[in-house]
């Protein structure tokens, strides 16, 4: 008498096998949307957050980064922020008007300008910065410090990775 045979072994029915590639793929599309999906449930806290400051998250960005860089290029503004040329001019037009930012002239180009705070973006964002940083850190908190430094380190290559690609 021979031992029935093992149904862990046989292929499933329902399940047409999937060659190496295939499966890359799904897993790769899978990896996408879960990281598209975390990515908006943090970002609805961020822009939660600073809407209490009447800012978008993105006029928020440019304070931060003027705030923690000093006055900078519109251009290297752009990059810090991850907008168009011209949505930084936009978002920056919309902050002189909230009387947040300035624009000063770059010495010897009178094509380049700088973003400046003012007195008022300083002290608003010196006002939001320490509250803010402390609520992304709770949104994070699912994830260790040593997690977080690990999914830093792969979106860091997979960003430049994609870059490359």
Same mark, same amino acid.
């Given at each position: ?13 329902? !399940? ?20 598209a999906r ?14 209490r ?12 980064a003027?705030?923690? %860089?000093?006055?900078?290029l519109?251009?290297?503004? !752009? %990059? ?12 920056v ?9 300035? +624009?000063e ?21 010196? !006002?939001?910065?320490?509250?803010h940083?402390? +609520? ?11 997690? !977080? %430094? ?9 960003g ?6």
């Open positions: 008498m021979t031992a029935p045979p093992d149904a862990s072994a046989a292929p499933s029915v329902a !399940q047409p096998k999937r060659s190496r590639n295939e499966k890359d793929t799904a897993t790769a599309l899978k990896a996408w949307v879960v990281l975390a990515y908006l449930a943090i970002y609805k806290h961020v822009a939660a957050d600073v809407a400051y009447d800012l978008t998250a993105s006029e928020f960005g440019i304070l931060e003027l705030f923690h %860089k000093g006055p900078l519109l251009g290297d503004l !752009q %990059k810090k922020i991850l907008v168009t040329s011209g949505g930084v001019t936009y978002l037009n919309r902050l002189v008007a909230k009387g947040l930012v300035t +624009r002239s770059f010495p010897g180009d009178k094509r380049s300008r700088f973003a400046v705070l003012t007195p008022e973006g300083s002290a608003l964002i010196k !006002q939001i910065f320490p509250g940083a402390k +609520r992304i850190a709770k949104v994070m908190g699912e994830l260790s410090p040593k997690e !977080q %430094k690990r999914l830093t380190a792969m979106l860091r290559r997979l430049k990775g994609a870059s490359d690609a």
